[in-house]
Nanobody, 118 residues
Framework: VQLVESGGGLVQPGGSLRLSCAAS????????MNWYRQVPGKERELVAQ????????HYADSVMGRFTISRDNAKNTVYLQMNSLKPEDTAVYYC????????????WGQGTQVTVSS
C-alpha cells in the first residue's frame, strides 16, 4: 500500500494550494479518505474526510468554507483544495485511508509541507 502526497509548498496568506494524494495497493474506491495536518508539538488534526463514493464529506470547523476535499476513483487520487489560506494553516498535511468514515485510519502517506507566510 502506498499513499503519496504532493502539491505542498510556500504560499502567501490569502493564496491557494491544491494537494493531491495518489493511492495504490488497495481497492481505493471502497475506502474513505482523510486529510490530516500536524504542527510540531501538537497532535495530528483531522482536516477533512470523504466517503468512498465521494457523496459525504466532513470538515474541521477551522477550514469549513475554505477547503474542499474531493476524489477521483478512476485515478485513485484524493485532493484537498485549500483557498483563503491563513498562517495558522501551516503544517505538514497527511492523507490517510480507512475502510469506513467512522473508524481509524489504517494507512498513511509521508506528508507534504504547507507553509503560509508573507
Amino acid at each position: 500500500v502506498q499513499l503519496v502526497e504532493s502539491g505542498g509548498g510556500l504560499v502567501q496568506p490569502g493564496g491557494s494550494l491544491r494537494l493531491s494524494c495518489a493511492a495504490s495497493g488497495f481497492t481505493f474506491g471502497t475506502y474513505a479518505m482523510n486529510w490530516y495536518r500536524q504542527v510540531p508539538g501538537k497532535e495530528r488534526e483531522l482536516v477533512a474526510q470523504i466517503s468512498s463514493t465521494g457523496d459525504i464529506t466532513h470538515y474541521a470547523d477551522s477550514v469549513m468554507g475554505r477547503f474542499t476535499i474531493s476524489r477521483d476513483n478512476a485515478k485513485n487520487t484524493v485532493y484537498l483544495q485549500m483557498n483563503s489560506l491563513k498562517p495558522e494553516d501551516t503544517a505538514v498535511y497527511y492523507c490517510s485511508s480507512q475502510r469506513w468514515l467512522i473508524g481509524t485510519p489504517n494507512y498513511w502517506g509521508q506528508g507534504t509541507q504547507v507553509t503560509v507566510s508573507s
